[in-house]
């Protein structure tokens, strides 16, 4: 999210808040993005959402933007990213040894 709001929408002054009980919250205080009007802001938010329905209806996950059969571009630099850091040589995965049994307190 951050990267998609600094690389696609130009925003600089970026604010992740915990709430508590209603998750994280990003605030955009860039005045360009303080300004927009709710049509804009609206559309900014659909670029972003990948997982589409209502809290009563089945949600699913959108990878392509509408009418395209292409990934979404913040789907793919977030699987880029996520591989950059899990994957590979000292990635998290290998450091934190996660899949190690012997370690493992689920037996």
Same mark, same amino acid.
């Given at each position: ?5 600094r #690389? ?5 002054h ?6 508590? $009980? ?6 955009? !205080? /860039?005045e ?9 802001r609206?559309?900014?938010? #659909?670029?972003?959402t990948?997982?589409s ?6 949600? $699913?996950?959108?990878l392509?933007?509408?009418? !395209? /059969?292409e ?7 977030a ?10 040589s ?5 450091q ?12």
């Amino acid at each position: 999210l951050d990267a998609a709001l600094r #690389e696609d929408f130009g925003f600089k002054h970026i604010l992740f808040i915990f709430s508590g $009980r209603r998750g994280v919250h990003c605030w955009v !205080c /860039d005045e360009e993005a303080r300004k927009l009007p709710n049509d804009q802001r609206t559309a900014v938010a #659909e670029y972003l959402t990948l997982i589409s329905g209502a809290a009563q209806s089945e949600k $699913r996950v959108v990878l392509a933007q509408k009418g !395209c /059969d292409e990934i979404h571009p913040s789907a793919s630099r977030a699987a880029r990213l996520c591989s950059e850091v899990f994957e590979g040589s000292g990635g998290l995965l290998e450091q934190q040894d996660f899949f190690n049994a012997k370690l493992s307190k689920c037996q």
